[in-house]
């Protein structure tokens, strides 16, 4: 019997590992290949595939969790029918093949001095036969037949031939007697014109030599008169300008007839048709090349509801249908590039945050220590960076596959920081990083490459290790409101924690003077992060932060419910004034534990309008006492809700080149009318 790997989860995974889930995935796998290969599968080759379905079941689990179970199902049958054909077929080649004729083979097993001896052969070139030397004897055996009967043969021969061709034209002629009679009254057409044409060019002589010279009266008179149509229509220039004409093609005139063409005399304007100006296209299409800017914001995916990317490793569509870019799971881009020539990594702009936290420990007294994590190890201490595109590997080649499949190497050029008095002990602004010196883009030549579906981008150190894997989401446990002490100021908040776990809410009934409406609130998530992760000075925005139906339909405190989770889940988001962790005995302490987490983020209350001078706090719903509010109401929470540290997201800067077809020469500037 199957036994899943892992029995807790959701409930995809439960009805994914069940024992009937993988019973039908092994019943269809087995009559499919019953069915195509005509056979019944063995009791060897059944548990073969109960154990290759066993190791897919784990395998595309682990990849495709998240995924619902048809499309896991899908990916389980395909990889594991594919998985058991190759082992069908090694298995019968290792049946036809026999291993002694294998072993025992003379090409393989064979004496060194006969193969050298063979090898010797096969290397010597063949040199060709040379042809034998012509015989120039005279041969006086008279065996064939006599030259007087040659001659009466050859005599026929060329008499059969002669008749059989006579016989060819003939049948010819009879067949194309219409094509001889089109030829022959071309051939007399072509003799008059060329005598039309003689006699007409000496009557223009003659008549040129009377008008220069005078001559005594002669009898000059022409046996044929020359055509005076010709006079009308000959060529510009040949003769008087305001006698001739030009050829009725000239003159727009398509099926003029030249007996009654007028001359030019009679149409001085010539006639301005839009064929005389329309030009041939060119046989070649123009291109131009167009370039587009990139942009890519690791904020803007889904974070509320995908947990499994972060900031250094998520995947951007494009063109993803008719869905906006809150319906992905993943980072979406509406455009949607065609004929992509080339693409180009402008820069990376990151946060200088601290990747990992460092503990030293130094002895103060006898048995008490101190602790200290201020040292920063950020992305400043790295020669260089790697930034990975699977979709589109670079010419970039290096020592190591990391440096062989990275789209770009990026370097220091420019910082700059918010605050230097107050984030400089936790944060070191923004840096600017970016290809030095170096070509980091990918051609498509000489084909462009037709569309970009997606990219998935991975920031990774020399090493090939992601850059850093601490989150930049949280999850939300719930959020308390603080108690202000009038005579005790100090690193320590007034508020006790409940040792269960269950309800942060319990507020310290030693505190002197209690706040209704607090000036700050303890946002308190599931799990601990770095003191770098989250500094003071950080914009962090929150969404999903709502309460139950039965919270918000209360009749008493539904409202202020519903004005504190819009004012919490704001689109601007909210300044981090501090940052804490939770302690069962003093309540919650001002500061990073001594490994450097914590798990409270202070922030500010809303106050009313500051322009009109007031410095009073706005209460949510009107009410007094809010802190008894979200003591009352703090289990009553829906979920997912979480939160997001804008000051840790990256930006990259893409230039993506596309081919278009350019207009512009198709344009005449001749052809406007």
Not at 32 to 51: A, T, V, Y
Not at 108 to 127: D, G, I, P
Not at 286 to 303: C, K, M, V
Not at 388 to 417: H, I, K, P
Request: proline share 6%; with cysteine.
């Amino acid at each position: 019997m199957y036994r899943p790997v892992q029995q807790q989860g959701t409930s995809v995974k439960t009805v994914f590992f069940s024992d009937n889930n993988f019973n039908t995935l092994q019943t269809v796998l087995i009559q499919d290949f019953q069915e195509r290969n005509n056979i019944s599968l063995s009791d060897q080759q059944q548990d073969r595939l109960s154990k290759t379905l066993h190791h897919y079941i784990n395998q595309v689990y682990q990849v495709q969790g998240d995924k619902p179970v048809q499309t896991l199902n899908k990916e389980v049958l395909t990889a594991s029918a594919k998985d058991f054909s190759q082992y069908l077929q090694r298995k019968e080649l290792t049946k036809n093949t026999s291993s002694v004729k294998t072993v025992m083979n003379d090409n393989l097993f064979q004496e060194t001095s006969q193969r050298f001896e063979q090898l010797s052969q096969e290397r010597n070139e063949v040199k060709a036969l040379p042809p034998p030397p012509p015989d120039f004897r005279i041969d006086f055996k008279e065996d064939g037949p006599p030259a007087a009967d040659l001659f009466e043969r050859a005599k026929k021969q060329r008499e059969m031939e002669a008749l059989r061709s006579a016989q060819q034209n003939a049948e010819m002629l009879k067949a194309d007697a219409g094509v001889q009679s089109r030829v022959a009254a071309d051939s007399m057409f072509r003799t008059q014109q060329d005598t039309q044409n003689r006699n007409s060019e000496l009557a223009l002589v003659q008549r040129q030599q009377n008008i220069t010279r005078p001559t005594p009266p002669q009898d000059l008179s022409l046996t044929v008169m020359p055509d005076r149509r010709e006079l009308l229509l000959a060529p510009i220039g040949s003769f008087d300008t305001m006698t001739s004409s030009p050829p009725p093609r000239e003159l727009g005139q398509a099926n003029s007839n030249p007996t009654i063409v007028n001359p030019r005399l009679a149409s001085p304007t010539k006639n301005d048709l839009p064929q005389n100006y329309v030009q041939r296209e060119d046989n070649l299409v123009s291109y131009r090349e167009t370039e587009n800017n990139l942009f890519i914001y690791s904020a803007d995916r889904d974070w509320l509801r995908n947990n499994k990317e972060n900031r250094y490793s998520f995947t951007v569509n494009f063109d993803p249908a008719a869905n906006g870019q809150g319906f992905n799971p993943t980072l979406s881009a509406q455009q949607k590039f065609k004929n992509i020539v080339r693409i180009e990594l402008v820069k990376c702009i990151m946060a200088g945050e601290g990747l990992d936290v460092s503990i030293r420990k130094t002895t103060n007294g006898a048995t008490a220590y101190t602790t200290t994590t201020d040292y920063q190890d950020n992305i400043l201490n790295l020669p260089y960076i790697t930034v990975r595109v699977a979709e589109l590997e670079n010419n970039n080649y290096g020592t190591d596959n990391f440096l062989d499949r990275s789209f770009g190497v990026l370097q220091y050029d420019a910082q700059w920081l918010s605050d230097t008095t107050y984030q400089a002990a936790c944060t070191r602004g923004f840096l600017a990083m970016i290809p030095k010196f170096l070509k980091c883009q990918k051609d498509f030549y000489p084909t462009p490459l037709s569309t970009l579906q997606k990219m998935t981008i991975d920031i990774r150190r020399p090493n090939g290790e992601l850059l850093s894997n601490s989150p930049d989401t949280y999850d939300i446990a719930g959020i308390i409101g603080a108690q202000d002490v009038a005579a005790t100021p100090g690193p320590t908040y007034p508020f006790s924690v409940n040792p269960a776990g269950s309800s942060f809410n319990v507020f310290n009934p030693a505190s002197p003077v209690a706040q209704p409406n607090p000036g700050n609130f303890f946002i308190i998530t599931n799990k601990y992060f770095s003191r770098f992760d989250v500094c003071k000075g950080d914009r962090i925005q929150m969404s999903g932060y709502t309460y139950n139906d039965v919270a918000l339909n209360d009749t008493t405190y539904g409202g202020a419910l519903r004005d504190f989770s819009n004012w919490i889940n704001r689109q601007e988001g909210h300044i981090v004034l501090g940052i804490g962790y939770t302690n069962t005995n003093t309540g919650m302490v001002d500061e990073a534990n001594n490994s450097g987490y914590a798990n409270v983020i202070i922030i500010q209350t809303r106050y009313q309008d500051p322009t009109t001078g007031s410095t009073l706090i706005s209460p949510f719903g009107n009410l007094t006492n809010f802190s008894s509010i979200l003591n009352s109401f703090g289990v009553a929470l829906q979920s997912p809700r979480r939160l997001i540290n804008l000051n840790r997201q990256l930006n990259l800067v893409f230039r993506v080149i596309t081919r278009e077809m350019d207009s512009l020469p198709q344009i005449r500037p001749d052809n406007n009318y």
